[in-house]
């Protein structure tokens, strides 16, 4: 491999036009991220960019080669580092591109696609097929993107092995800091996940095996990381967040000893690598699915949970919300893994291991705020001269007929022309599977408009023919399968209104498929705007979308069963209010407090009669669960309830509900309300004489607060007739409200 010293080295006139274009496509991104399509700084900053790569392709082809920190142009380097080209190389190599050639023709609209595919997390992208695939649907011939599997080069090339197990030697055996140069040789690759997962596995046995153990695992890990940090930190805070990003992925490959004892070292000198904590930075970075798969590899492997894994997972995660949520993951794995019919069966085990794993508490939680991580929301603008020369009027002119954005235009126009003109059914049939799947890599690049053409003129022309008919219905439902679900919640957050009015009508068109998919998706949402939108698509449904629901009641994930209990609420209907009664013995509070109030808002008589019925039907903790629930709802909302807990029971069957009601309906002033206080001045047990005139006394405050003339009335009445003290009481009212 050569050197840096070996390489070419740019002319100045080049090195210029490179750090240009490198300034222009920092600013273009910037300004792509942070601002909605048509604001005049994205027009601006696009304009900007492709006057620039006009400028560098003007004699052919301009390739770049992308290096972690440096892009290559022919192979020759910068002549001294620029900031702008190293932010640039960063950005594209995490994408895994390895070369990008630009070609005469790229618009201010591919370069916007381009820019928005990385502005997306490299892992969302790699998880769509990649960067190159989804370039094919999203760009065109104007830039050629290769895409690199390092993983599978550093597989391939002998010397890189043979510094990964030098590295993992060193590692093992503690022996202190490791030669820059093998570090280097293999940092470019350890800052993608894949290839941190191959130096785990090739360095567990290593460390298991040795006379250490679990010990010997995490010394190795920890001096690995250390060695890796020291030298990566010297490429600035984005090249270490990326290295932490990848050895927290890796972290969950370790086993539970292990990771205790690797929290164990956050406060010794071992954890530091100069001024930086290694154990806190990659703890900080692990995601979600790499703590899962930890839980999930070390449940697996003892058949159960141990109190060490617990330990370990109440270190690793101490909010009670993400546990939750993280366990949700870690029962689908290990369900999947099929680890529980050796065992027990799934219910038995997962019993076991929440018995040991979850952190419960009375406290009342709330969901943490999300926001989008705007990456380049704090770098600084730059100023960059517009090129002076433009091609010729004629070419420009001959250029937008074969430009990125005509060539997507001609393969919609043939789409739609395919789906008018074919008669035959089957041949019909094959197009619109072409249409779906075209349709399909447009939402992953974030092209809905175009995709919701394609889908709306699939569903027009198979509303022409009857014998297209079966075909066009089975080709929309696999639209409601695809990517259009996946990406919808993040689509909803910016779409304009007459969009999300045509994704309304198509997922309606849909039909019941895209239910459970909105639902979940609803469920992992934050962004108020999506939400709102998610659950008015939602309660389109009607009463229909209720059988779709019901299987989410069961989800092993809280939010998925509370997104349920808000879903068959407002579907409606008797069906729908009795669907909520299991979710009333939730172990979830969140749940149980979205099933209580969905009755409690329902207002009908039938409603309340469900909840009270719960109440009464339940014991314990269980009980005192839903009295706390419905007494925590202290306004007009609970009247119904309570006024029919007031005809309903006796004072003594639940007085904490009963007086509560009371005070409560002294501040709604409906003939329901004064209906049921003045039932309780008919009720009074003779054992307590105390406890009556008590309640007696709150009724008929209540009936003076409320002040209407049925109310009055009611007092009168009260004051003529009754038991001494309801007259006494309701005299007393009576002069105040004089």
Request: glycine letters at 6%; aromatic letters at 4%; proline letters at 5%.
């Amino acid at each position: 491999m050569a050197g840096a010293s070996d390489r070419a080295v740019l002319p100045p006139d080049a090195a210029a036009r490179l750090a240009d274009f490198a300034r222009t496509c920092k600013a273009a991104a910037r300004a792509v991220s942070l601002y909605p399509a048509g604001h005049p700084a994205i027009v601006t900053s696009l304009a900007r960019i492709a006057e620039s790569t006009a400028a560098l392709t003007r004699t052919g082809p301009f390739t770049l080669q992308v290096h972690a920190q440096e892009l290559l142009a022919d192979d020759a380097a910068m002549p001294k580092p620029d900031p702008a080209v190293t932010e640039l190389a960063a950005l594209l190599h995490r994408h895994l591109i390895g070369r990008l050639t630009l070609n005469a023709g790229a618009d201010a609209g591919s370069w916007r696609t381009l820019l928005l595919l990385l502005a997306r997390a490299p892992e969302e992208v790699r998880a769509d097929g990649g960067i190159a695939r989804l370039w094919e649907t999203a760009g065109g011939p104007s830039i050629e993107i290769i895409e690199i599997d390092y993983a599978e080069v550093l597989r391939e090339k002998a010397g890189s092995q043979a510094s990964i197990a030098s590295i993992i030697a060193a590692a093992v055996s503690g022996g202190g800091a490791i030669e820059d140069e093998t570090i280097d040789t293999i940092l470019e690759a350890a800052l993608l996940p894949a290839a941190a997962d191959a130096l785990m596995k090739q360095m567990e046995p290593a460390a298991t095996e040795g006379p250490q153990g679990a010990a010997g695992q995490t010394t190795a890990f920890l001096n690995l990381m250390r060695n890796l940090v020291a030298r990566a930190s010297r490429g600035g805070p984005e090249r270490l967040a990326s290295l932490f990003s990848a050895l927290g992925k890796a972290a969950g490959k370790l086993s539970a000893d292990a990771m205790n004892a690797l929290l164990a070292t956050r406060v010794t000198p071992e954890a530091l690598a100069g001024t930086v904590n290694v154990v806190n930075g990659v703890v900080a970075h692990m995601p979600d699915e790499s703590i899962a798969g930890f839980i999930t590899a070390c449940i697996v492997a003892e058949r159960g949970a141990s109190e060490r894994l617990a330990h370990a997972f109440r270190a690793l995660v101490p909010e009670y919300d993400r546990q939750r949520r993280l366990l949700a993951l870690a029962r689908d794995e290990v369900a999947e893994s099929g680890v529980a019919a050796s065992v027990a069966g799934m219910s038995e085990l997962w019993q076991r291991v929440e018995g040991i794993m979850a952190s419960y508490s009375d406290a009342n939680f709330v969901s943490a705020d999300y926001a989008r991580d705007l990456s380049m929301a704090r770098t600084q603008p730059v100023d960059v001269e517009r090129a002076s020369d433009d091609p010729p009027e004629r070419i420009v002119a001959w250029l937008t007929t074969v430009n990125d954005t005509a060539l997507r235009t001609l393969d919609h126009d043939l789409l739609t022309d395919l789906l008018r003109i074919e008669v035959d059914p089957l041949r019909w049939r094959d197009i619109a599977e072409t249409v779906v799947a075209h349709a399909d890599d447009l939402i992953r690049v974030g092209y809905f408009d175009q995709a919701l053409r394609l889908i709306q003129a699939l569903i027009d022309e198979g509303a022409g023919a009857p014998e297209r008919a079966p075909h066009a219905a089975a080709a929309i439902e696999r639209v409601g399968r695809g990517s259009l679900m996946k990406h919808m919640p993040a689509y909803l957050r910016t779409a304009e209104a007459d969009t999300y009015e045509k994704l309304k009508s198509l997922c309606h068109a849909i039909g019941e498929p895209v239910i459970v998919p909105l639902a979940e998706g609803l469920a992992a949402e934050q962004d108020a705007r999506s939400r709102r939108r998610l659950r008015d698509i939602l309660v389109g449904f009607g009463p229909r979308g209720a059988e779709s629901v019901r299987p989410l009641m069961n989800a092993g994930n809280w939010e998925v069963r509370r997104t349920a209990a808000f879903l068959l609420r407002e579907f409606g209907g008797s069906a729908g209010l009795k669907e909520l009664v299991p979710l009333l013995a939730d172990a979830e509070p969140l749940v149980r407090r979205e099933a209580v109030q969905g009755l409690v808002m329902n207002g009908s008589r039938e409603a309340s009669a469900i909840l009270l019925n719960a109440i009464l039907s339940s014991k314990g903790r269980s009980r005192e669960a839903l009295l706390q629930e419905v007494l925590s709802v202290r306004d007009e909302r609970a009247a119904p309830l309570f006024a029919h807990a007031l005809r309903e029971l006796e004072p003594n069957s639940l007085p904490e509900l009963y007086a509560t009601g009371i005070e409560v309906l002294g501040s709604v002033a409906t003939t329901d309300s004064v209906d049921a206080l003045k039932a309780t001045l008919a009720k009074g047990q003779w054992w307590a004489p105390f406890a009556n005139r008590k309640r007696w006394s709150a009724a008929v405050e209540s009936l003076r607060r409320i002040g209407s003339p049925a109310a009055l009335t009611a007092l009168r009445d009260a004051a003529a007739r009754g038991p001494s003290s309801v007259r006494a009481a309701a005299r007393a009212a009576l002069e105040k409200a004089d």
